[in-house]
């Protein structure tokens, strides 16, 4: 069950909006769908994406009302970094993947 306050839904919104982008753009790009398959990186540039849109929405949603709106319990203006970092992580783990 997804718990949320507000606006807060928007971050699940934005993440699997991002990852669904990324997942039919590189199926595009590549030509096959193998690709998504064998690499995380446009997983981690999806959550990038997707930290930024909930970084900016949580921006424009006013300093004084962030707490209202919420994820799991989470404010939205939390989100952003969280899923940034996230991505950045998974980027990572890929990079690390590919030179072993």
Do not use: K
């Amino acid at each position: 069950m997804i718990v949320w306050t507000r606006m807060g839904f928007l971050v699940a919104v934005y993440a699997f909006g991002s990852s669904l982008v990324a997942q039919l753009l590189t199926n595009h790009f590549t030509g096959t769908e193998t690709y998504w398959d064998a690499h995380r990186w446009p997983v981690g540039v999806a959550l990038i994406g997707a930290g930024l849109l909930s970084f900016v929405t949580s921006s424009l949603l006013g300093r004084r009302n962030q707490s209202a709106h919420t994820l799991f319990f989470v404010p939205v203006f939390w989100w952003g970094p969280l899923l940034w970092l996230g991505g950045l992580g998974v980027l990572a783990w890929d990079l690390w993947l590919r030179q072993r």
